[in-house]
């Protein structure tokens, strides 16, 4: 995978890091994550709220710590 660097102000740092989900959350991550969203907005404007408001039900459910790592998970699934 190619990557480049940007330069972005410590503001916009923190709004990044304000979307992030996990704490090991790329900004590569985040950012195809807004992008998705500012896309699917100009798309289907109704599921761009709906997915805006999983998102923060998500959040808030993994600040809580209630989550399931992945190797919980493929445990439960019997992979």
Request: proline share 1%.
């Amino acid at each position: 995978m190619e990557t480049t660097t940007i330069k972005i102000h410590e503001g916009t740092k923190q709004e990044l890091d304000g979307f992030r989900e996990y704490k090991n959350e790329s900004y590569d991550e985040v950012i195809r994550k807004v992008v998705f969203i500012a896309k699917t907005c100009k798309t289907e404007p109704t599921l761009s709220q709906e997915t805006i408001y999983a998102i923060e039900k998500a959040r808030e459910r993994i600040k809580k710590g209630k989550f399931l790592t992945e190797a919980e998970a493929r445990k439960r699934l019997g992979l």
